[in-house]
């Protein structure tokens, strides 16, 4: 039986990008699947105490990119600190890649693109344009799946996704469930990698 990794993220997280293919790369080593599911933290932060960056002390706001820093240099990741379109929305790019999976398509490598797009390439995650430029490189119909992504079938459940991981306890992006057992932030990859090995 096939393990699945719940995979609950904003595509405008650094942690996601850092963590992202690592991820990827587990996952196939153990030949486990990803149910990737972008969520809306925003909301998720109101309701377990969490804040956004802006509204965060300026301690925390510098240790963040003191971590980044350091990350950056851990896993020899090219990743921009400070990218140019960031904070932005990524709820057009969240629509396309849960419409991606839900007809089947490879919606965590599109997740991926998202990612490398906001923190390694400065493009504007929440422009109409350059998402479906996104989709269009990597082989989709990026202009279809925006369309359909507007459906209110994608949308209701893009919003039960999030409530659905309030209720199994994510607080903070990315977030893992494997079997109900929760692994918050990219820097707990290993203890996903021990658990699949079990």
């Keep these: 039986m096939t393990t699945t990794i719940d995979y609950y993220v904003t595509l405008v997280s650094p942690w996601a990008f850092l963590g992202h293919q690592r991820l990827v790369d587990i996952a196939a080593r153990h030949g486990a699947s990803i149910n990737i599911m972008p969520v809306n933290f ?41 990218p140019k379109f960031f904070p932005a929305s990524d709820q057009i790019a969240a629509l396309m890649v849960m419409t991606a999976a839900q007809q089947g398509l490879d919606a965590v490598s599109l997740a991926g693109d998202f990612l490398r797009l906001v923190w390694m390439e400065e493009g504007n995650i929440a422009d109409e344009a350059t998402a479906i430029g996104v989709a269009t490189r990597a082989g989709l119909n990026g ?35 494997i079997d109900d057992e929760l692994f918050w932030g990219q820097d707990r990859l290993n203890f996903v990698d021990k658990k699949l090995s079990k």
């Design 143 to 177: 202009e279809q799946l925006l369309e359909d992504g507007r459906d209110a079938g994608i949308q209701k459940l893009y919003d039960d996704n999030t409530k659905e991981a309030i209720r199994r306890g994510a607080f903070g992006a990315p977030t893992y469930i």
């Design 42 to 82: 925003g909301r998720i932060f109101g309701e377990t105490g969490g804040l956004p960056l802006a509204k965060r002390s300026q301690q925390r706001q510098d240790y963040r990119l003191m971590e980044l820093a350091r990350w950056r240099e851990e896993l020899n990741i090219p990743l921009n600190i400070h």
